[in-house]
């Protein structure tokens, strides 16, 4: 039998990619704050991946669309005088899960298959997804190696960046797409509600462990590949959904990780304490 056409392979497969897909976009998501962006853009893509399911074209192209213009409308909205960031993604947010709820309603007998749209089918990837996911996580992975300077400074000295002659409302937006590539890449095989915890808990865990921007990257994608593979073994071991079981391994991971570096840096301060000096 071919290795891809067994479902739990190609399931294992796309949980491995997907999650090192996650981890690596949510050091970025973490460090400049944006997991409300992000559970802005999983929800806002809903109306993309109903409508692309409707017409009968690929759901990813379909939430690639809605993700995109969801990405631009945050940028430009909050660069309105008066606008926050914060106000313009709670609109986007609510505004696009609304549109793909009423599309859903729309469609006589359609119900049926939200569930498939809200919490991924991790067990029906396909070839092709796995391939897409792939040739996402190496195109994010370039850009932002290709990108890390200015998009390190537009996102942690912002004066900086600009004294140095960076556009840092066009390295904003760069971030923004590539932060919808991620999302919209996992979100068939995660689903649109849970996506967002497979993208924060692994870079918000590794964080806990240290202060190097590469460190807390290798950390993430590990920890986000590890995620995914442990929740389909939960899943596959106690018949429970698959996105649902991925993305509380995810919190687990995130908490347990929580809970061991506090005790860690605790031991080592007591350690590094100078002893008193016995009479």
């Known amino acids: 039998m071919n290795w891809w056409d067994d479902a739990l392979h190609r399931a294992t497969a796309e949980v491995l990619l997907a999650g090192a897909l996650a981890g690596l976009i949510g050091v970025h998501v973490v460090l400049r704050r944006l997991s409300f962006f992000s559970m802005a853009l999983t929800h806002a893509t809903f109306p993309g991946v109903v409508a692309a399911s409707i017409i009968g074209v690929n759901i990813i192209v379909g939430g690639a669309i809605a993700g995109t213009i969801i990405a631009l409308g945050v940028a430009t909205l909050s660069r309105r005088r008066g606008q926050n960031t914060a106000a313009a993604t709670g609109v986007m947010l609510s505004g696009g899960f609304a549109l793909g709820a009423g599309l859903v309603a729309s469609q006589s007998g ?3 298959d939200l569930a498939s749209f809200l919490v991924g089918s991790i067990l029906t990837v ?16 370039v850009v932002l190696l290709a990108c890390a300077r200015p998009l390190r400074y537009s996102g942690f000295d912002r004066a900086g960046a600009q004294a140095a002659g960076y556009a840092t409302g066009v390295w904003d937006v760069v971030l ?3 932060i919808q590539v991620a999302v919209v890449t996992i979100v068939p095989a995660i689903g649109t509600i849970l996506a967002l915890a497979l993208v924060v808990a692994p870079a918000a865990a590794a964080r806990q462990w240290s202060h190097r921007l590469g460190v807390i990257t290798a950390l993430a994608v590990t920890l986000g590949a590890l995620s995914g593979l442990g929740g389909l073994y939960a899943s596959s071991r106690w018949d429970v959904a698959a996105g649902a079981s991925i993305t509380l391994t995810a919190t687990a991971v995130l908490a347990l990780s929580s809970v061991l570096s506090r005790l860690f840096r605790s031991t080592s301060t007591v350690t590094a304490r100078p002893r008193a000096v016995s009479a």
């Open 110 to 112: 359609f119900s049926r």
């Open 176 to 178: 923004l797409l590539v």
């Open 126 to 141: 396909s070839p092709q997804n796995l391939i897409t996911t792939a040739v996402a996580l190496v195109v994010v992975a």
